[in-house]
């Protein structure tokens, strides 16, 4: 991650740039140097392939399988994945 700071004014300007850094949006574990295969995005959060089958259950339970926006290929790494989606390849 590349924190940069400038001034505009008075007023410090915060800019976070995530990089290459791969997080599950659920749990927080850091897929950057994994080569774990799974996971799906579920309205704008990464669901990695730990937090995934528990997940599924409650959006099964619940209904909610149209807000799986996309899924990892069969053989796709959650990282790899996850950069397809700030590609917008989905
Ligand atoms: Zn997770």
């Excluded at 799986?68 to 590609?87: G, K, L, M, Q």
Aim: overall charge negative.
């Amino acid at each position: 991650m590349k924190i940069t700071e400038r001034k505009v004014g008075k007023v410090t300007v915060i800019n976070i740039d995530p990089g290459d850094v791969v997080l599950c949006d659920l749990c927080n574990k850091d897929y950057t140097n994994s080569d774990e295969k799974g996971g799906f995005l579920f309205s704008g959060k990464a669901v990695c392939p730990d937090c995934a089958p528990e997940f599924m259950k409650s959006v099964k339970l619940y209904d909610e399988e149209r807000f799986i926006v996309s899924e990892a290929r069969s053989d796709e790494t959650f990282r790899d994945f996850v950069y397809r989606i700030r590609r917008r390849e989905y």
